[in-house]
């Protein structure tokens, strides 16, 4: 059976093109996070302990962005066809993804403000968390 009006069969991506695109903009965010971080002007304990809340956002978002990767690779494994929808959604995924570092970075301006820590939580909320 065909899914095209012409009796070819409908082609969509190949989900290679999507997981490869993914892999790229994760990769970009991940590294946008840890060149945020500030190196302690100081080689001592103390000064990298005043550096441990942010290190630990870090840390945090580490694994979040590793673990929407992970699960993005599973996903496309199981996809058979790449569509708009799909295209669509992944999109949307990213999209938030991008603003961990926005996040990040406001964490560390505002001291963990409540509405910066709000907006991290709606950030992975949105995004699919």
Do not use: C
């Amino acid at each position: 059976m065909s899914d095209h009006p012409e009796g070819r069969p409908k082609r969509g991506m190949r989900s290679g093109r999507l997981e490869a695109f993914t892999d790229g903009v994760v990769a970009i965010i991940i590294t946008i996070m840890v060149l945020e971080l500030k190196v302690p002007q100081e080689g001592t304990l103390a000064a990298l302990s005043d550096s441990m809340p942010i290190l630990l956002a870090y840390v945090l978002s580490f694994i979040n962005v590793g673990l929407y990767w992970n699960n993005h690779h599973h996903l496309m494994q199981a996809t058979q066809r790449i569509d708009g929808r799909v295209l669509w959604a992944n999109l949307f995924l990213l999209f938030w993804l991008s603003l961990v570092p926005f996040v990040i970075r406001w964490f560390d301006a505002s001291s963990f403000s409540a509405m910066a820590t709000a907006s991290y939580q709606a950030v992975d909320e949105v995004g699919g968390g």
